[in-house]
């Protein structure tokens, strides 16, 4: 399990700790490894988060917006005359996925201007910020942001392992393994 007296080797600067959701710690322990600061990363699945590095290495705060497919099913489901479509990330971008597929942009754009003055008198994050995402639908909506975002479908894998070798307890050297013959 991931959350609270895991170690995690993050500075986390938020109201409260304990609050912060295992995959938003995952997700920022692999981009310290693999990026250099500062860092937003977007996770694109049921709900998208944002989460902020600064350029001390900080986890400095986050976000969090409906998914793309929580969206598209909310729509379906309210409006009379939208019929309820299966969303392929895989798959072709018909005009309501484009439409969905452009507010999730937006919101990212709203995510991050929002916290763009809090994060920058925080952390002095602005130019040379490097953008990270992952999930199935990160694939889809990357092309329609402004800003380079690196897509690693490895990143929670890759903090998972790093938390769990963060944790593994050390091991005492037996008499024999000091010599070494070679």
Known sequence: ????????????RIDDPGELGGDMVINSVAALAKYSKPIVIFDMETATTMSVIGRDGAYLGGALIPGIRVSVDAMSASAAQLPLYHTDPA????LLQYSELYAVRRS???CRHGGRLVWRRRAGT????HHC????????IAPYCRRKIHLDEN???D?????YEKNQPKRKKNKFEKLSLF
């Open 1 to 12: 399990m991931v959350g609270p007296g895991l170690k995690n080797g993050l500075n986390i």
């Open 133 to 140: 995402a992952h999930r199935p639908y990160a694939p889809l």
């Open 126 to 129: 602005g130019r040379g910020t």
């Open 155 to 157: 990143l929670q894998l």
């Open 91 to 94: 798959g072709k971008t018909d």
């Open 159 to 163: 903090g998972l392992r790093l938390l």
């Open 108 to 110: 990212l754009r709203l």
